[in-house]
């Protein structure tokens, strides 16, 4: 089942595709390898400078990686009229602005 020129989606869309011929072994470690790149965001691919300042900006604000690319986008597609956006009063209330 396993061709060396597929991406790791192709390989679980055509195992998805001839589920009954799969073992009980390859389905397991598929789902795995599935879920360990989800946890360490390893699928996302970005520039090595872009990987080592975001890195580096991680560290210095004691937040793991995926945290930091989390936050970074909710506040672009916020500024971006994508989300809404909200305002924290000081006794702690939620207000919605957008």
């Not at 089942?1 to 390859?26: H, W």
């Not at 672009?76 to 957008?98: C, K, R, T, V």
Request: contains cysteine.
């Amino acid at each position: 089942m396993l061709a060396q020129s597929q991406t790791f989606v192709e390989i679980l869309d055509s195992t998805a595709k001839a589920i009954d011929s799969a073992s009980p072994e390859y389905l397991r470690d598929l789902l795995l390898r599935a879920a360990i790149m989800l946890r360490d965001n390893e699928f996302m691919k970005i520039d090595t400078k872009v990987d080592h300042a975001v890195t580096s900006l991680a560290a210095e604000v004691g937040m793991t990686k995926a945290e930091l690319i989390a936050d970074i986008v909710c506040d672009w597609m916020q500024s971006n009229d994508f989300l809404p956006s909200h305002i924290y009063h000081e006794d702690g209330e939620l207000e919605n602005i957008a």
